[in-house]
């Protein structure tokens, strides 16, 4: 065995980052050596921040984050768990009481040289890009071995073997394998490398003065050969001379296992980290242990896996490693084990084994006395006392507004998201479509960090950075849409000191802005906000006015706009008719003093509409149906409009665009054709008559308007219309020609449903006071 005193040069570990063997025999090797200082690839600016590693706030997966101060969206970050070597390193020379160092090039000059690769790739061609051909070492150790497959190469050699009676012997055979890919290869495509490692051989020559020969350098097994050269201090520093530099900060922040295969720092590609974690930390019998936990998953998956499974499932393992030629089962043959025996051969639940268990959701954890930006420090007051935990695992959380705490909460997540830091994503609420509730998907990135860093430079804490940043955003928005969306999301986070700014330059942009499908798009977000601030308790009265008064605008200046448009440019405004519709009826409950009765002037406006010539088929459709919806026009004075739009004389492309904007869009068209049989037979005698030269050209149109119904509503118009007026088919026909419709309700079949409605509302049968179809 190689002692202490033997030694007259740095001890070498040459390491897989990230890799449970080597952290293991890292630890081996430095209780066998002793070194009295310990030297670590990563950025010696990090050095201030290994003391943190020892407190018991620190839970890995963690990463080091570096970031410039004056550009804090360029960063790096240097990701660690709790099987990669270097945190292995780390946590030995805290508990030793060994001084740890880190030696790799420093990140102010690797935020640099980052921006200024960027700037050279953009001037290379495709062509110079893929002459650059970048090695994987383990991979060309992997084929020389006869492995096409450089993990399961890895796992055979180094994972499935113990350290040996030498724990020094592994790194010395895996340097002496590096060194022989040196001198083939060179730098391997990696020209960065040569800077780095001429600054790491300066900084062990440092070390060694400060602590002697005794040091252990921990680093990728790729590097030993190059730290091993003979070089002079002067070679190494003309390397390092005229490098890039800019201002960084350096942090710990938390990681994920899904994010330590980011190419980044120590990301060194695995794809199993859940897997290689349980390597890590089992004493003995990884196997049965993992198939055990992967029983447990399944089983909490309601699926019927028993012991026995479990059992099998080893064997199986075992049977198909000797078959193989594999010392022990590795990730391969565990999985084809589960999928053969306890998923039943479906990769449907070995789906889920794999995103909950071989990559997993953990999310570290880091001390609170680890350095900051202020931003930071206040979300992390606010998320302790709303009790809202930042986790890996995606989640949905529900909001009822009216509680003070989740109203705090929802003003955090929207204020995040005006920062650019979206931890929530909105969604639909399940049950509840009121003002008051709210749905949100949550999940915690660790690239957030960043975000939050970038949004430092608005302000401190998130209610001033998110203010801050909502005026500039107004100010800087390109169009007006653009900012009543933004005044929308401020009402939402409750941002009152900006909404004036907000509302200044709202008010300037509707002014000045003439394009009708412009006002049309930033109406229906000023209703809304009416909406959310009424329920939040928000002053809306100048908010009120602003869409009042756009309101306003768009009626005089739809008309004109709807004259002569293509087809393309019709179906964009039926889809602002729509919109505006819909936020004159919010805007009309409430009308703004001065503006009389929106809601009429707008019903005035769709009679024009329906009635003009200019206007394109699908907007006429479109306001017909609207007015009829509102209970503004009569059905025999809709069946006559339809009908004259169906008369032959009308061009069969004309009368489908009618026809797509009377029934289409989703809107309940279907419906209403299954239940008035006067408009369904004259779509039914129109769509009969159309001349077969014309007919496909209108099929598009007619495909897209009855495909957008559900499925049972197109088999009720099939059954009716293959019916026909005067036939009975299961269905008593009645006067009208076509089954199931009558000039009058049938008041005996009517009245047959009110036990089940009492039933259904709770009345007493006898005092109930629901009887009789009038009721």
């Known amino acids: 065995m190689t002692t202490e005193a033997d030694r007259t040069a740095p001890l070498l570990l040459g390491v897989r980052h990230h890799g449970p063997g080597s952290a293991r025999a890292v630890r081996a090797a430095l209780d066998a050596a002793k070194p009295s200082a310990v030297l670590i690839e990563g950025p010696p600016e990090a050095d201030a921040l290994i003391p943190l590693a020892a407190e018991e706030d620190m839970r890995p997966p963690v990463a080091l984050l570096a970031h410039a101060v004056d550009e804090p969206g360029r960063s790096a970050f240097w990701p660690l768990a709790e099987f990669s070597p270097e945190w292995v390193a780390i946590r030995w020379a805290l508990e030793q009481g060994v001084p740890a160092r880190f030696i790799d090039l420093p990140a102010t000059h690797t935020l640099a040289w980052e921006k200024e690769n960027e700037k050279e790739n953009e001037n290379e061609t495709a062509e110079e890009q893929s002459d650059q051909v970048r090695i994987d070492p383990l991979a060309v150790l992997a084929d020389a071995a006869g492995y096409d497959d450089a993990e399961r190469w890895w796992e055979d050699v180094v994972e499935h073997r113990g350290t040996g009676a030498d724990p020094l012997a592994p790194f010395a055979v895996l340097a002496e394998a590096m060194t022989a890919l040196r001198e083939v290869y060179g730098s ?108 447990g998953l399944l089983r909490a998956e309601d699926r019927i896996v028993s012991s026995a499974h479990v059992i099998e499932a080893v064997r199986l393992a075992e049977t198909l490693a000797a078959m193989r030629g594999r010392p022990l089962p590795g990730l391969g043959e565990t999985t084809d084990a589960v999928r053969a025996v306890m998923c039943d051969g479906s990769d449907v639940p070995l789906a889920l084994v794999h995103d909950r268990l ?27 006392r709303l009790r809202l935990k930042p986790e890996a695992l995606e989640r949905e959380l529900g909001l009822d507004l009216r509680k003070e705490t989740d109203a705090a909460r929802s003003r955090l997540l929207h204020r995040l998201r005006l920062l650019g830091v979206p931890w929530g994503e909105p969604v639909a609420s399940r049950g509840s479509t009121g003002t008051f509730r709210e749905t949100w998907r949550l999940r915690w990135e660790p690239e957030l960090s960043v975000r939050i860093a970038e949004a430092g430079v608005w302000g401190t804490t998130v209610l001033a950075a998110a203010t801050a940043k909502s005026e500039a955003d107004a100010v800087s928005a390109p169009g007006l849409a653009d900012v009543t969306a933004l005044a929308e999301r401020c009402l939402l986070a409750e941002l009152r000191d900006a909404l004036p700014t907000v509302m200044k330059v709202l008010a300037d942009r509707a002014a000045l802005d003439t394009d009708v499908g412009h006002l049309a798009q930033a109406l229906p977000a000023l209703v809304r906000s009416l909406r959310y601030g009424d329920v939040r308790g928000t002053d809306t009265g100048a908010l009120a006015e602003v869409a009042a008064g756009l309101a306003e605008r768009i009626f005089v200046g739809l008309p004109p706009a709807c004259a002569n448009l293509d087809a393309d440019a019709a179906e964009e405004i039926r889809r602002h008719v729509d919109a505006v519709h819909g936020a004159v009826g919010l805007l009309g409950d409430a009308p703004a003093p001065g503006h009389g009765d929106l809601r009429a002037r707008w019903q005035g406006v769709l009679k024009v509409l329906s009635v003009r010539d200019t206007v394109p088929g699908v907007i006429r459709g479109r306001a017909v149906r609207l007015l009829l ?41 279907g419906m209403l054709l299954v239940h008035d049989e006067r408009l369904l037979g004259l779509v039914d005698a129109w769509l009969t008559g159309v001349p077969a030269d014309a007919f496909t050209d209108v099929l598009p149109l007619l495909r897209r308007t009855f495909s957008a119904y559900e499925p049972g509503v197109r088999r009720t118009l099939g059954e009716l219309v293959r019916r026909g007026p005067g036939q009975q088919g299961g269905a008593a026909a009645t006067g009208s020609g076509v089954p199931g419709f009558a000039a ?30 009038a009721r």
């Open 744 to 773: 009058e309700p049938d008041l005996a079949r009517a009245d047959a449903v009110l036990p089940v409605v009492r039933l259904l509302l709770g009345l007493d049968s006898e005092n109930g006071e629901l009887t009789g179809v």
């Open 188 to 295: 391997g495509g990696h020209d960065r490398d040569l800077v780095r490692e001429a600054y790491m051989r300066l900084r062990i020559r440092a070390a060694r003065k400060e602590f002697g020969d005794a040091v252990a350098v921990v680093c990728g097994a790729w590097h030993v050969p190059a730290l091993t050269e003979r070089t002079t201090v002067a070679a190494d520093r003309a390397r390092l001379k005229g490098l890039p530099k800019v201002k960084a900060d350096m942090t710990w922040v938390p990681w994920t296992h899904r994010r330590l295969a980011r190419a980044s720092g120590y990301g060194a590609g695995i794809d199993s980290p859940g897997w290689y974690g349980h390597l890590f930390r089992a004493p003995d019998r990884p196997v049965e242990r993992w198939l055990t936990k992967v029983a």
């Open 358 to 384: 071989v990559v997993g959701d953990v999310l570290g954890e880091v001390p609170p006395g680890a350095p900051a930006v202020p931003l930071q420090r206040d979300l992390d007051r606010i998320q302790r």
């Open 629 to 669: 919806d509102e209970g503004e026009l009569a059905q025999e004075e809709a069946a006559r409009l339809m009908g004259l739009v169906l008369s032959p004389g009308t061009p069969p492309g004309d009368a489908a665009a009618w026809i797509e904007g009377f029934v289409g869009g989703g809107s309940g068209g």
